[in-house]
């Protein structure tokens, strides 16, 4: 009986050490996993929100530049341009972009493109935001 003992001994230990390696490699896996995770959730968040930046920064800069152009005009017209123009600055600047957590962050955000897009549509001025983006890209001072 002492020969069976010492072989069941022996099967546990390869069953303990396989079950042990197992553990070992799934929690070494989960802690490589776990820091790739937070490394290209970084890494995706500070590229989406550099790109939403872009896109606020672009907003407010159009809408800038239409008021200085329109401010001197005074037929009806134009009073309603500077209007809508004055709107997509107040949505720009009440904008939450400083907390990006907020929940209302992407209603806003679909707000003021529909705001840039009625001013764009009022000025006869292209509507999309990225071919103002594509056509920029070369510029250089």
């Not at 159009?62 to 123009?85: E, G, H, Y």
Request: proline share 3%; aromatic share 10%.
């Amino acid at each position: 009986m002492a020969g069976g003992s010492g072989n069941d001994d022996l099967f546990e230990s390869v069953f303990m050490t396989e079950n042990r390696l197992f553990q070992e490699g799934y929690r070494e896996g989960f802690e490589k996993g776990t820091q790739r995770g937070l490394r290209d959730g970084r890494r995706h968040g500070a590229s989406h929100g550099a790109t939403m930046s872009t896109e606020i920064s672009f907003y407010y800069g159009f809408a800038i530049a239409w008021k200085c152009i329109l401010q001197d005009n005074t037929d009806a017209k134009s009073r309603k341009r500077v209007k809508a123009v004055e709107a997509l600055l107040h949505l720009v600047q009440k904008s939450p972009h400083e907390n990006p957590q907020s929940p209302k962050l992407q209603e806003d955000m679909d707000k003021l493109r529909a705001k840039f897009r009625q001013v764009c549509s009022l000025l006869n001025v292209p509507a999309d935001f990225k071919d103002y983006v594509k056509n920029s890209s070369g510029v250089t001072f």
